[in-house]
């Protein structure tokens, strides 16, 4: 795994820099859905602090293992940060408010408005991203680019989530060069609604996987999810 991550960590810096971009500018979340908590434990050894979980239920058990075992190394003055990187259904908000760091899968009004209910309870303004379907696709969640724009002017006026950019998923292809206008189309959507909307912070596009990172950062990702080229395949 170690040297997996140093690969990784070589090809994001490779890649930024093509970009004429700072490598400290790309943040890695390492996906560790279907691995145990002793796998984050050992990223986090790593040098790893940014952590992607797709199901609430599974991710709960594992950021409180995680959080007990820092609390015994005597680590929990540097927690990690989790991300909730995927569909959440809006009767699951309360439970994402609390651990998440940032919630890059806003793919619906209800959504924002429930997390938005429950983060004002907690006296907490929730960074979150909205998940754009760029390519189309049936089987992806997300806001078409084409409505987003009537969702955000509702979701910026939340007082208690804080929008600060856009996510994608890049359909499957056999060439990562054919991912590159989604990933275009990502950035100029972001940069068309921060214009319309002054409100929203647009800091972030989070896009990027194993298969695709490097052309994603070549156009602007702040953030790349990677899970396989760093944990192997998946468990389940
Ligand atoms: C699983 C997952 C990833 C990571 O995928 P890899 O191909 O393992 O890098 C990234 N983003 C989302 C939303 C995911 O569900």
């Known amino acids: 795994m170690k040297d997996n991550l140093a690969r990784v960590q070589e090809r994001i810096a490779a890649a930024a820099r093509r970009a004429g971009r700072a490598p400290a500018g790309v943040t890695l979340v390492a996906v560790t859905k279907t691995h145990p908590p002793e796998v984050?434990?050992?990223?986090?050894l790593a040098g790893l602090r940014h952590f992607g979980e797709n199901r609430v239920e599974e991710a709960a058990p594992k950021i409180e293992a995680v959080a007990a075992w820092l609390v015994g190394q005597k680590l929990e003055a540097d927690p990690p940060a989790w991300h909730m990187?995927?569909?959440m259904q809006s009767r699951?908000?309360?439970?994402?408010?609390?651990?998440?760091?940032?919630?890059?899968?806003?793919?619906?009004?209800?959504?924002?408005?429930?997390?938005d209910r429950f983060a004002s309870e907690t006296g907490r303004r929730l960074p979150i991203l909205l998940e754009i379907n760029v390519s189309g696709e049936a089987s992806k969640y997300g806001f078409t680019p084409a409505e987003v724009a009537a969702a955000l002017a509702e979701i910026v006026a939340l007082p208690s989530l804080h929008v600060q950019g856009l996510m994608t998923m890049a359909p499957i292809v056999a060439d990562p060069e054919e991912t590159r206008p989604v990933f275009r189309a990502l950035r100029a959507l972001?940069?068309?609604l921060a214009r319309r909307f002054p409100q929203m912070d647009g800091r972030h596009l989070s896009m990027g996987m194993t298969d695709d990172f490097e052309?994603?950062?070549e156009e602007g990702a702040t953030i790349v999810r990677?899970?396989?080229a760093i944990f192997g395949e998946r468990r389940i």
């Open 85 to 87: 990187i995927g569909h």
């Open 215 to 217: 052309v994603a950062i």
């Open 226 to 228: 990677v899970g396989r």
């Open 92 to 115: 699951k908000a309360e439970d994402a408010v609390g651990p998440y760091a940032l919630i890059h899968s806003v793919d619906s009004l209800k959504l924002a408005r429930r997390l």
């Open 190 to 192: 972001r940069d068309d």
């Open 40 to 44: 984050v434990e050992a990223a986090y």
